[in-house]
């Protein structure tokens, strides 16, 4: 068999009682509880009741060995925020159709005077003039209301 883990988890006392009572509590996200509970049974120091490999993990909890491994290096290397904690998104998955640019030019119609018989602007004349002085080619009147909002 291998040699063993060179990076073993060691949990402190009240690292331990923290990953413990947010595995218990049930309020977290079920991938917070779940990677606590990898983290709980990678424990190797003092307060660890039993050696578990990888591969045991991934089966007492229904994950793959690389899956436990990948949470184990991750709170090894960046600490335990890092390994509870998903990852922020770096770009929003649909980019914005406004951009600043555009933003202004909503602003600038919604200032100025309304249509010829309005007193004023309503979401759907906002999306037609927008529509109409090309500045977009497809938007919805929620798009035009959370901008404005």
Not at 56 to 81: D, K, M, T, W
Not at 100 to 122: F, N, V
Not at 126 to 137: G, Q
């Amino acid at each position: 068999m291998g040699r063993g883990r060179t990076n073993k988890i060691r949990l402190s006392a009240e690292q331990r009682q923290h990953l413990e009572a947010l595995s218990r509590n049930g309020h977290a996200p079920v991938k917070k509880i779940l990677h606590a509970r990898v983290l709980i049974m990678s424990d190797e120091g003092e307060y660890g009741q039993q050696r578990w490999n990888d591969q045991q993990i991934g089966a007492a909890l229904g994950l793959h060995r690389n899956s436990v491994a990948r949470i184990r290096s991750s709170f090894l290397e960046q600490g335990e925020q890092a390994a509870l904690n998903r990852k922020p998104r770096q770009t929003p998955p649909v980019p914005q159709k406004l951009d600043g640019e555009k933003q202004a030019h909503l602003i600038a119609i919604c200032c100025s005077p309304p249509p010829d018989g309005r007193t004023r602007w309503t979401m759907k004349l906002l999306v037609d003039e927008l529509k109409a002085r090309s500045i977009v080619t497809q938007i919805g009147r929620e798009t035009v209301r959370c901008t404005l909002k």
